[in-house]
């Protein structure tokens, strides 16, 4: 019987007592997370990173000490380790700052627990992941790195990474997650994963809602007779 994969290890940093335990109790208890440090402020999730060399460190936007600020330190403390920001603000100046220092991921505190749960993952196996469901979302030039994004942001669909597509394309012709999974090479439940954070960006339910958004878009085309999605 193969091993469980090791647990995926968190520094939580937000400044608000009753969101931070939350979160840090629901991620405990989904399993495949450890929390190792919860903490309040920027100087202390920098010393928590530097003790406890976490993959993750999910960092307040807001906290005291800039959690925006954090990251350079965070980064240079320990390379390893992934930085996630968790905010309730999602305007395009945040996000691009976010990027510009390093983080590789930015969740809305709107988010559903799946969805963070499914961001967290996805970071941890290398993804980039930024949640624009409210606010002013950057557009896709954005998120490949640009400094200067467009003055007028692009359809959501944009927002949809190259590896999120390549799950896209496949479920358009009609394949399954295990299907999908043995194409590309990857798990189920990461593909799960990709299509949790699809969902979250588009605003949609459905697989077929997905690729409908994504078609009329024209960021994906059905290849040959399309097949149904499935719901």
Do not use: W
Request: aromatic share 4%.
């Amino acid at each position: 019987m193969p091993e469980a994969a090791p647990a995926i290890r968190i520094v939580l940093a937000d400044d608000h007592p009753l969101f931070r335990e939350s979160i840090a109790r629901v991620l405990s208890e989904r399993g495949g997370f450890e929390i190792v440090a919860i903490t309040a402020n920027a100087a202390e999730a920098i010393a928590a990173v530097r003790r406890h060399l976490p993959d993750i460190a999910l960092l307040d936007v807001a906290m005291p000490g800039g959690g925006i600020e954090a990251i350079a330190e965070i980064r240079t403390a320990c390379p390893g380790t992934r930085v996630m920001m968790l905010s309730a603000y999602g305007y395009e100046h945040y996000v691009a700052s976010s990027l510009r220092a390093g983080a590789v991921g930015y969740v809305m505190k709107t988010a559903t627990m799946d969805y963070l749960c499914a961001a967290i993952r996805m970071v941890h196996g290398g993804e980039t992941v930024f949640d624009f469901s409210a606010g002013d979302r950057p557009s896709g030039r954005l998120l490949a790195g640009q400094e200067s994004p467009p003055a007028h942001p692009s359809d959501r669909s944009l927002a949809i990474n190259p590896r999120e597509l390549d799950v896209l394309r496949l479920v358009a012709r009609g394949m399954g997650n295990r299907e999908i999974a043995h194409v590309l090479g990857i798990s189920e439940r990461t593909v799960q994963a990709h299509l949790v954070n699809v969902f979250g960006k588009l605003g949609v339910k459905t697989r077929t809602a997905a690729v409908m958004q994504c078609v009329a878009a024209g960021i994906i085309e059905v290849e040959g007779p399309q097949k149904q999605a499935g719901a």
